[in-house]
């Protein structure tokens, strides 16, 4: 949240039951699978099953790359529930076979390989070797752990937000959500911690229970990987591909797709700690508008229903002496192109308005007697909302439904870990420590169910700090906390946008500019602004001791925070359409070069650079005064320089020069990107219309064949892909013998409003004037800049009636 540095404080007095968690060592435990013997084993339709002398294992295939384990102990119930997995089991090609040391199942492309004595269980997948337990399932007595073999030389990614270097391998890390104010280089702990483990032998670990624990990525530097938990089921789901693309898209499926956000989504956002009246909200969104710099939405923090920081948290209720007349406020903003969003936190204090009537409905979580859990925290004397209660769900939902009622357009969820939770506080489904983690979790699911119900053609905007596996399906935007607003904080935030899209979070995002602590340093603004062009989601947001919106920064900073917002406006088609691929197959948006290159154990460790979707590769500034930069050019093509055309060779080393107008920024070749035309100068996202497109092709004689695409729809309709009511604008390109093919190709739903679209299509890295260029068949005169290297030829594109539209340029 958004305090002062006294609320650092609180940071380090959570979980005594994690902390005691923490005193026991694996070296301790009885290894259980010594005596471990096979007693039966059975082929099912669905699953096979093995009994052991201490329990039972169930093996269920997903699909063809996901395979799930679970082991029950003898004297315990099955515990069916997950709260990550939503996938069902695929009928898929199953054989066992038996040898005298060994059994086998295989499931379509995985191998599960059980060796009798001593017992032990590996995974292969196209008979590659993904795997393999150690003691497998352990009881100590107060923790239960599963152990695996790792190589000498993987690395591991997952485990959630943390701020340790790409290469996480080497840490114990707690699986309990806490906030960690005024963060830098390194973090162990955070809001976010998902029990998924990834590997750079291209396979992942999802270990399905949402109790608190910890997840030991070879901290002992003995070759093991070990998860250890409370209580709760044991299973785990074993994740394969033959890409990281394929990885993902698994995860995904098994855990849900994150729907397209609203378009307006992909806008600026103003926002401060925070906008105490109605005044000061209009007068800084006047500032934008008179300086001409683009917004989309104004984030109200916790001054919206009170005047002081502390006390009056829970009110969920406009301050009617600052806020007069708030639903006059949000439909002006709206007649401006502007939402309105607003803080929640799910503390209800003694102090707030509304605490007898959360007494009364009994919407708090309790303590052994039933009675409301009372417990001090910085902002006060609170009870918690029991999230997991439907009388508390219907409460809070109609909450939400009547501020919606008044206009508003998004929901800032802050302080969900929760934030301070007692061991002690009992929840309708189980004790604190057994639901902590899923508490965001379930919050998000909360308001995702709520639309889905009430306003099923709406996308909820739903502004997170905690959750937990799978919360991406219902519409979550994490953001990274609390960072401190220095370089430290911004070195740390690539890896952590990084790992969180690996892990199904693809909108993990940080306060631009940096949130904690009165430090101006505009060089480190800007830098982190021009970062924030090619990240998920533009949202400045600081404590207001300095300004955290580009239009109370001097001048010269500010302009080159305008030319930053500016430019992320003209990305909206391509962000746009990576952000569809996303809600498709689970793609991230900011991707780890290892990504393109999975054999390449030089890039294991690197966050320095990354791709932004399949075609950009980006380099962030994250030192001061820096003017060059050593960069690696991914090997599978040839790379452009953004802002001047510069090509670099593929698999190269290079040291380019930095400027302190932008970041570096390259394109892939052979990669069609669409853009806003500059001289449209759209003011919030809903202005754009799609009419009128920059297309850019960087095209190179090594690139013989290339392909890309556009997504498009109204912005707003949820799942419009899935109700026909988008189109996909396919772009391919054929090059030989002198010649350039272009052709567009419009794949348009059943209710897609087309619309004829003007397309200014600029060629990169023309040597020369063109003999000629033709479009549908016929001569057109096309400019060739020859500083610029750029050919512009003018397009216009009937595509109600032209469904597809074929170029030719002779060079």
Same mark, same amino acid.
């Given at each position: 949240?958004?305090?002062?540095?006294?609320?650092?404080?609180?940071?380090?007095?959570?979980?005594?039951?994690?902390?005691?968690?923490?005193?026991?060592?694996?070296?301790?435990?009885?290894?259980?699978?010594?005596?471990?013997?096979?007693?039966?084993?059975?082929?099912?339709?669905?699953?096979?099953?093995?009994?052991?002398?201490?329990?039972?294992?169930?093996?269920?295939? =997903?699909?063809?790359?996901?395979?799930?384990?679970?082991?029950?102990?003898?004297?315990?119930?099955?515990?069916?529930?997950?709260?990550?997995?939503?996938?069902?089991?695929?009928?898929?090609?199953?054989?066992?076979?038996?040898?005298?040391?060994?059994?086998?199942?295989?499931?379509?492309?995985?191998?599960?390989?059980?060796?009798?004595?001593?017992?032990?269980?590996? =995974?292969?997948?196209?008979?590659?070797?993904?795997?393999?337990?150690?003691?497998?399932?352990?009881?100590?007595?107060?923790?239960?752990?599963?152990?695996?073999?790792?190589?000498?030389?993987?690395?591991?990614?997952?485990?959630?937000?943390?701020?340790?270097?790409?290469?996480?391998?080497?840490?114990?890390?707690?699986?309990?959500?806490?906030?960690?104010?005024?963060?830098?280089?390194?973090?162990?702990?955070?809001?976010?911690?998902?029990?998924?483990?990834?590997?750079?032998?291209?396979?992942?670990?999802?270990?399905?229970?949402?109790?608190?624990?910890?997840?030991?990525?070879?901290?002992?530097?003995?070759?093991?990987?070990?998860?250890?938990?409370?209580?709760?089921?044991?299973?785990?789901?074993?994740?394969?591909?033959?890409?990281?693309?394929?990885?993902?898209?698994?995860?995904?499926?098994?855990?849900?797709?994150?729907?397209?956000?609203?378009?307006?989504?992909?806008?600026?956002?103003?926002?401060?700690?925070?906008?105490?009246?109605?005044?000061?909200?209009?007068?800084?969104?006047?500032?934008?508008?008179?300086?001409?710099?683009?917004?989309?939405?104004?984030?109200?923090?916790?001054?919206?229903?009170?005047?002081?920081?502390?006390?009056?948290?829970?009110?969920?209720?406009?301050?009617?002496?600052?806020?007069?007349?708030?639903?006059?406020?949000?439909?002006?903003?709206?007649?401006?192109?502007?939402?309105?969003?607003?803080?929640?936190?799910?503390?209800?204090?003694?102090?707030?308005? $509304?605490?007898?009537?959360?007494?009364?409905?009994?919407?708090?979580?309790?303590?052994?007697?039933?009675?409301?859990?009372?417990?001090?925290?910085?902002?006060?004397?609170?009870?918690?909302?029991?999230?997991?209660?439907?009388?508390?769900? %219907?409460?809070?939902?109609?909450? =939400? $439904?009547?501020?919606?009622?008044?206009?508003?357009?998004?929901?800032?969820?802050?302080?969900?870990?929760?934030?301070?939770?007692?061991?002690?506080?009992?929840?309708?489904?189980?004790?604190?420590?057994?639901?902590?983690?899923?508490?965001?979790?379930?919050?998000?699911?909360?308001?995702?169910?709520?639309?889905?119900?009430?306003?099923?053609?709406?996308?909820?905007?739903?502004?997170?700090?905690?959750?937990? %596996?799978?919360?991406?399906?219902?519409?979550?935007? #994490?953001?990274?906390?609390?960072?401190?607003?220095?370089?430290?904080?911004?070195?740390?935030? #690539?890896?952590?946008?990084?790992?969180?899209?690996?892990?199904?979070?693809?909108?993990?995002?940080?306060?631009?500019?940096?949130?904690?602590?009165?430090?101006?340093?505009?060089?480190?603004?800007?830098?982190?602004?021009?970062?924030?062009?090619?990240?998920?989601?533009?949202?400045?947001?600081?404590?207001?001791?300095?300004?955290?919106?580009?239009?109370?920064?001097?001048?010269?900073?500010?302009?080159?925070? $305008?030319?930053?917002?500016?430019?992320?406006?003209?990305?909206?088609?391509?962000?746009?359409?990576?952000?569809?691929?996303?809600?498709?197959?689970?793609? #991230?948006?900011?991707?780890?070069?290892?990504?393109?290159?999975?054999?390449? #154990?030089?890039?294991?460790?690197?966050?320095?650079?990354?791709?932004?979707?399949?075609?950009?590769?980006?380099?962030?500034?994250?030192?001061?005064?820096?003017?060059?930069?050593?960069?690696?050019?991914?090997?599978?093509?040839?790379?452009?320089?953004?802002?001047?055309?510069?090509?670099?060779?593929?698999? %190269?080393?290079?040291?380019?020069?930095?400027?302190?107008?932008?970041?570096?920024?390259?394109?892939?070749?052979?990669?069609?990107?669409?853009?806003?035309?500059?001289?449209?100068?759209?003011?919030?996202? %809903?202005?754009?219309?799609?009419?009128?497109?920059?297309?850019?092709? =960087?095209?190179?004689?090594?690139?013989?064949?290339?392909?890309?695409?556009?997504?498009?729809?109204?912005?707003?309709?949820?799942?419009?892909?899935?109700?026909?009511?988008?189109?996909?604008?396919?772009?391919?390109?054929?090059?030989?013998?002198?010649?350039?093919?272009?052709?567009?190709?419009?794949?348009?739903?059943?209710?897609?409003?087309?619309?004829? $679209?003007?397309?200014?299509?600029?060629?990169?890295?023309?040597?020369?004037?063109?003999?000629?260029?033709?479009?549908?068949?016929?001569?057109?005169?096309?400019?060739?800049?020859?500083?610029?290297?750029?050919?512009?030829?003018?397009?216009?594109?009937?595509?109600?009636?032209?469904?597809?539209?074929?170029?030719?340029?002779?060079?």
């Amino acid at each position: 949240m958004r305090k002062s540095k006294i609320h650092c404080g609180i940071c380090h007095a959570l979980s005594v039951s994690v902390l005691l968690l923490s005193t026991v060592s694996l070296t301790t435990a009885h290894a259980q699978n010594v005596q471990r013997v096979i007693l039966h084993a059975e082929k099912k339709a669905d699953r096979f099953e093995v009994t052991t002398n201490d329990g039972l294992y169930l093996f269920t295939p =997903y699909s063809s790359t996901i395979l799930e384990t679970t082991f029950i102990p003898n004297g315990e119930k099955q515990t069916t529930s997950s709260h990550a997995v939503i996938l069902q089991p695929q009928k898929l090609r199953t054989e066992v076979k038996t040898s005298a040391s060994a059994i086998d199942y295989m499931a379509a492309d995985i191998v599960v390989h059980i060796q009798k004595s001593p017992f032990q269980i590996s =995974y292969t997948y196209k008979n590659r070797l993904l795997t393999s337990e150690k003691n497998g399932y352990l009881n100590k007595g107060n923790s239960e752990s599963v152990d695996f073999n790792l190589d000498d030389n993987e690395a591991l990614y997952g485990a959630g937000a943390r701020a340790l270097g790409m290469n996480r391998r080497g840490y114990r890390l707690p699986l309990y959500n806490k906030a960690h104010y005024g963060y830098e280089e390194h973090s162990e702990q955070m809001n976010f911690g998902i029990p998924l483990v990834l590997s750079s032998r291209m396979y992942g670990i999802h270990f399905d229970n949402s109790a608190i624990g910890y997840l030991d990525l070879d901290s002992k530097k003995t070759n093991v990987l070990a998860y250890e938990t409370i209580s709760g089921r044991k299973t785990y789901q074993i994740i394969a591909g033959d890409s990281w693309s394929d990885v993902m898209a698994s995860y995904t499926n098994l855990t849900g797709h994150q729907p397209l956000p609203p378009r307006w989504a992909f806008g600026n956002f103003a926002s401060r700690f925070g906008y105490h009246t109605e005044a000061e909200a209009r007068d800084i969104l006047d500032k934008f508008h008179s300086d001409h710099i683009p917004v989309d939405a104004i984030i109200f923090d916790l001054y919206w229903f009170g005047k002081d920081i502390k006390g009056t948290m829970g009110n969920l209720a406009f301050d009617k002496d600052n806020f007069p007349q708030p639903q006059k406020m949000i439909a002006d903003f709206a007649a401006q192109g502007v939402k309105t969003i607003l803080i929640t936190e799910p503390f209800v204090l003694t102090t707030s308005d $509304k605490w007898q009537e959360a007494v009364d409905q009994h919407v708090l979580a309790t303590d052994k007697d039933g009675a409301p859990f009372k417990y001090d925290f910085y902002f006060g004397n609170t009870g918690l909302i029991d999230i997991f209660d439907p009388r508390a769900q %219907s409460w809070f939902w109609n909450i =939400y $439904k009547n501020l919606k009622a008044q206009g508003v357009a998004g929901w800032w969820g802050d302080l969900g870990e929760p934030e301070v939770h007692p061991s002690a506080l009992q929840h309708k489904t189980g004790s604190a420590d057994q639901v902590h983690n899923i508490y965001g979790h379930a919050w998000s699911k909360l308001i995702a169910d709520g639309y889905a119900k009430e306003f099923p053609q709406e996308r909820p905007f739903i502004l997170m700090r905690s959750g937990y %596996s799978g919360s991406q399906r219902f519409g979550m935007i #994490p953001w990274s906390g609390d960072v401190n607003r220095t370089w430290g904080g911004l070195r740390s935030q #690539p890896e952590i946008a990084l790992q969180m899209g690996m892990q199904g979070m693809a909108y993990m995002h940080s306060d631009l500019g940096g949130f904690a602590g009165a430090n101006l340093d505009d060089e480190l603004y800007t830098r982190w602004l021009q970062y924030g062009v090619f990240q998920p989601v533009f949202r400045p947001h600081a404590q207001e001791e300095v300004a955290s919106e580009p239009v109370l920064r001097e001048p010269a900073t500010k302009a080159l925070a $305008k030319a930053a917002i500016v430019l992320r406006y003209r990305m909206l088609p391509y962000n746009y359409t990576i952000a569809y691929e996303n809600s498709q197959r689970g793609s #991230p948006l900011m991707r780890p070069l290892f990504y393109a290159e999975p054999g390449n #154990p030089r890039l294991y460790g690197n966050a320095d650079s990354y791709l932004w979707g399949n075609d950009f590769l980006v380099h962030p500034i994250l030192q001061s005064g820096q003017t060059k930069a050593e960069m690696y050019f991914p090997a599978q093509s040839k790379w452009f320089d953004f802002y001047t055309g510069q090509v670099f060779a593929a698999g %190269s080393k290079q040291v380019v020069d930095v400027s302190a107008a932008h970041i570096p920024i390259f394109v892939r070749a052979g990669a069609f990107i669409p853009l806003v035309p500059a001289q449209l100068d759209i003011q919030n996202t %809903s202005q754009y219309t799609g009419k009128n497109l920059e297309l850019h092709y =960087y095209h190179d004689q090594s690139v013989s064949q290339s392909q890309g695409m556009l997504y498009d729809d109204d912005g707003v309709t949820a799942h419009a892909a899935e109700q026909g009511a988008s189109a996909l604008l396919h772009f391919t390109s054929v090059y030989h013998g002198g010649e350039l093919g272009v052709t567009l190709a419009i794949e348009a739903g059943a209710h897609y409003q087309a619309t004829d $679209k003007n397309i200014e299509f600029i060629v990169h890295n023309v040597d020369h004037q063109p003999q000629r260029v033709l479009v549908a068949s016929q001569p057109i005169d096309a400019h060739w800049n020859p500083q610029t290297r750029e050919l512009h030829v003018p397009i216009q594109w009937l595509t109600q009636n032209q469904k597809q539209l074929a170029l030719k340029i002779l060079m």
